[in-house]
């Protein structure tokens, strides 16, 4: 029997090499174990033709990709295309992309096949019918083509029990995806749960995972980090979890029991003094929290449920129990107003004074297709790609993403501009804080050098990346 090769494609600029590809993992994992020969590959843009021709050399079943919204949706869709000019081999993708725009996928030339949302049974199932050649009409939660045109199979319903899933870390050589994040030395990413209950309005959430909130089992959770630590020398974790504190008790459960530092994923009407001094004790190290505006009238629209008073009332917890955190910011989103965009880059301005150690990153709204905001975005004129592929070119992070409602380039600026504030950087820090309080954004050669510089480190490929990487680790506040 042919063997199966599983692909996800990261992207340079973006250092995300290093990331355990959960998608492929946890579908390479069933598929293991369901007796089928796997092969997982995790790439980055630059390895798209040495990859093509050795999966060509192979001549595997299929070709499954997982794929995001955004530039891995452009590269996925170079790979597949690049595999059907030499083989007629069988291209299925899954993961997000595939999940918000089903039919559009199969609406491409080089899609066979796409499997939505969670895709453990279905890949399986999905698996034993193309090795009869059989139409695969009755398996749950994937797409085909009949007669040239798309056909969606109804959805399937979530796993119930996540432990009947378990990771086969056997598939991945672990050390590629094991990197350094602040003072630890060998960090590596994992999950805990999918999905999350709330009803953010720009969420894929919405309709990738139906608001369901799904877990490993404690007892999961530790043991699979415990042979992380045991086998690996894991000094540290990240968690990917969208949203980590769905379940307080939980979540400092797993904490207390893996006795590891960590960094998480939390939402801001979650913290609390007895929280943070939880946090502290359970040596959180890091987190990523959502205050995405600084407007109550555009938190009401995007359905955060919380107050900028409210964000202020935990960012004083958190700074006053001196935990780390990153506050993730929306901009552009539609109807806001010039006063709107400014109250937040203010409140921004306004945490850097509350908490020593807070980092921040702003990007501009990104309409997901399904989501409950993306007709209202189609309305106040986005105008969505007609291709695949074309999904490459919108990405909140990228300076060249043409939002109908925000100059995306001035985004990127400020975004740089905040993240210098998180540096020891003596008299310098007063000039960035004046580009700040006086919207002063322009002449940005420092962004373009220390960007060059921190590439440079962060990669650490030669003598002095790594010179680099010692002073980047000496210039961080936290």
């Known amino acids: 029997m042919k063997k199966i090769i599983l692909v996800q494609i990261n992207y340079t600029p973006d250092h995300s090499e290093r990331i355990l590809p959960m998608g492929i993992l946890c579908v390479g994992s069933t598929l293991k174990k369901a007796g089928f020969e796997v092969e997982l590959i995790n790439i980055n843009e630059k390895e798209i033709n040495k990859t093509t021709d050795y999966i060509v050399e192979q001549d595997p079943l299929y070709v499954g990709i997982s794929v995001m919204t955004g530039i891995q949706t452009q ?78 199979t109804p959805s399937r319903p979530f796993i119930t029990d996540l432990d009947q899933y378990r990771l086969d870390f056997s598939l991945l050589d672990l050390e590629k995806f094991i990197f350094p994040l602040g003072k630890y030395k060998r960090v590596i990413a994992y999950k805990s749960s999918r999905g999350c209950p709330f009803n953010c309005a720009f969420c894929y959430n919405n309709i990738f995972n139906k608001n369901k909130w799904r877990i490993w089992s404690v007892d999961a959770v530790v043991e699979d980090i415990k042979f992380l630590k045991d086998n690996y020398n894991i000094d540290a974790i990240k968690f990917y979890d969208d949203n980590f504190f769905v379940n307080k008790n939980r979540a400092l459960e797993i904490l207390e029991k893996i006795d590891l530092p960590s960094h998480l994923e939390i939402r801001i009407d979650s913290i609390n003094d007895e929280i943070a001094e939880k946090l502290k004790k359970y040596k959180v190290f890091d987190m990523l929290i959502g205050v995405e505006s600084g407007s109550d009238r555009l938190l009401q629209l995007i359905d955060k449920r919380f107050t900028v008073d409210k964000v202020m009332e935990s960012v004083r917890i958190l700074g006053k129990y001196d935990l780390p955190a990153a506050y993730s910011v929306i901009v552009g989103l539609p109807t806001e107003t010039k006063e709107e965009f400014e109250s937040t880059i203010d409140l921004l301005y306004k945490i850097y004074g509350v908490h020593p150690q807070a980092v921040f990153t702003l990007g501009a709204y990104l309409p997901y297709p399904g989501s409950k905001m993306y007709d209202f975005a189609i309305e106040n004129g986005f105008k969505p790609p007609s291709k695949t592929e074309d999904w490459g070119k919108i990405d909140r992070f990228r300076k060249d993403f043409n939002s109908p409602w925000v100059n995306v380039k001035e985004v990127w600026r400020i975004r740089e501009y905040f993240k210098f504030l998180n540096w020891r950087l003596g008299p310098l820090i007063k000039w960035f804080e004046w580009r700040i309080r006086h919207r002063f954004f322009g002449l940005p050669l420092d962004i373009y050098l220390t960007e060059y510089f921190a590439g440079l480190a962060i990669e650490q490929k030669n003598p002095m990346g790594k010179f680099l990487r010692k002073v980047y680790n000496l210039t961080r506040r936290s």
Do not use: F, M, R
């Not at 491409?108 to 399986?124: A, C, H, K, R, T």
């Open 75 to 152: 590269h996925s869709a170079t790979l597949s295309k690049k595999i059907k000019e030499k083989k007629n081999i069988p291209i299925i993708w899954g993961g997000i992309h595939p999940s918000l725009l089903p039919e559009q996928c199969l609406g491409e030339d080089y899609i066979d096949y796409i499997v939505i949302s969670e895709g453990e049974i279905s890949i399986v199932e999905l698996t034993e019918k193309i090795i009869k050649n059989e139409t695969p009409s009755e398996v749950l939660g994937i797409g085909y083509k009949k007669d040239g045109k798309p056909e969606i």
